[in-house]
């Protein structure tokens, strides 16, 4: 059995030069079976095809990207932008969904923005992540047309104020920590 339910520990720590391939398997599988309703096949294939094990691997080296692993598994990834102070992805694998591991990933690119000294946090939702990112606490701005190739897509510009940070707790027995 797979999954946060499983019981085995799910970490959160910084990706790891060399997983770019790992984050692109997840990525497609994510887009394709968790995208799926919001989208036409076309549309979630152009989605899909814009990520190569190259360009994940370029991710690593230039975004902060935190990865969720169970034992040696990639549950899924966030990364934070500096450069554009946005959450710039955020992926989870459809074995992991709805189970609290998207908020968790979420949380931490918001500690490190704070920690960086972000005070507002940005991003484009995809349509099908829209009712995700109101339970985190992300207002919506205005509907963009992003366009991938020929192919667009709804997306919509949203961001959320990050408060100071919450007072630290010590983390249950099976979480693990953002480092
Ligand atoms: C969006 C995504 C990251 C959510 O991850 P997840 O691990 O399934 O989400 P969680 O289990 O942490 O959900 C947290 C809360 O959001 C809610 N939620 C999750 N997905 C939702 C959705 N699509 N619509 C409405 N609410 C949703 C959950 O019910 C939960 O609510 P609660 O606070 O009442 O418990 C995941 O579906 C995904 O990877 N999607 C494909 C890739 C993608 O679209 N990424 C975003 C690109 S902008």
């Known amino acids: 059995m797979v999954g946060v339910r499983s019981g085995a520990k799910v970490i959160l720590r910084k990706a790891r030069k060399g997983e770019g391939p790992a984050l692109a398997l997840l990525y497609h599988r994510s887009v394709r079976a968790l995208a799926a309703g919001c989208y036409d ?30 034992d040696s598994r990639l549950a899924g990834f966030a990364s934070l932008s500096h450069s554009n102070q946005t959450l710039a992805l955020l992926y989870v694998d459809p074995d992991f969904a709805d189970q609290g591991l998207g908020r968790r990933l979420a949380r931490g690119i918001e500690r490190k923005a704070r920690a960086a000294g972000i005070q507002k946090l940005s991003l484009r939702a995809s349509v099908n992540a829209l009712g995700f990112y109101h339970r985190m606490g992300y207002h919506e701005h205005e509907t963009v047309i992003h366009a991938i190739g020929g192919t667009q897509f709804r997306c919509v510009l949203m961001s959320k104020r990050l408060g100071p940070r919450p007072a630290r707790r010590s983390a249950p027995v099976g979480q693990g920590v953002v480092r």
């Open 41 to 70: 096949s076309d549309q979630i294939e152009a989605w899909a095809a814009t990520t190569t094990p190259e360009r994940a691997e370029n991710w690593i080296a230039t975004d902060e990207v935190i990865v969720a692993v169970q």
